[in-house]
């Protein structure tokens, strides 16, 4: 018996993972619907382009858009450990001040402001080239900017700023208002996913057992209490119980 199951490896079920475990009392069981992270293309930065339309990815697609003469477009969903991390653009972005603060205190969300969530965003970080107020470094994820940006990039961000829109360096930083270059999840160039930062250093803790191609078709519930799963690995359907709680963390 296990005390904690979490479905899904994208990265809060890596996080959860790393964290979890960290007390070896505990035992925690991992289920990923997808497959391991080992081709070489989830470690290359540019190996996303491959990703968008199969590998490692559910393979949806949308109905025929009719605004769009019925073009049918792929909507990439992935299914592999680390999840979206493993197989987006690597673009590295928090998202607006004024949406969390909307969440706070207009919403009621207590602890979800900006300034509640910024420690987190540092702590999780290793930026190679800022460590102040919005930054920091040491942390599980790589945080760099781009290495080898092509000629027609420099010149799109000089005719913005010659159009008049101000350059910005830093769109995690002060304000996101203007044109420059993302920062993006890459360390030593090479990917820098969830499963690479969280569980990588963490796959030989006894209390942690990842399973893949395990499927979760639902959540098992008595007495209004969720104790387990019911998970397909290989055709065949079984559940698996916990003490504590189900984690729900499935893309």
Known sequence: ??????????????VLANRLTEDPSVKVVLLEAGGKDTHPLFAMPAGFAKMTKGIASWGWSTVPQKHLNDRVLWYTQAKVIGGGSSINAQV?????????????????????SYADVLPYFKRAEDNQRYSNEYHGYGGPIGVSAPVNPLPINEAFIR???????????????????????????????????????????????????IRTGAFVTRILVEGGRAVGVEVVENGQTTTLRCEREVLVTSG
Do not use: K
Not at 1 to 14: F, H, L, N
Not at 159 to 174: K, L, V
Not at 201 to 206: G, K, L
């Open 92 to 112: 590295y972005t928090r998202g607006n001040r004024g949406d969390y603060d909307a969440w706070a205190y207009e919403e009621r969300c207590a602890g979800w």
């Open 1 to 14: 018996m296990v005390d904690y199951i979490i479905t899904g490896s994208g990265p809060a079920g890596c």
């Open 159 to 209: 005719a913005a700023q010659e159009y008049g829109i101000p350059y910005n360096p830093d769109f995690n930083g002060e304000r996101q208002a203007g044109v420059g270059h993302y920062q993006v999840t890459v360390r030593n160039a090479r990917r820098s996913s969830a499963s690479s930062a969280y569980l990588n250093p963490i796959r030989d803790r006894a209390n942690l057992q």
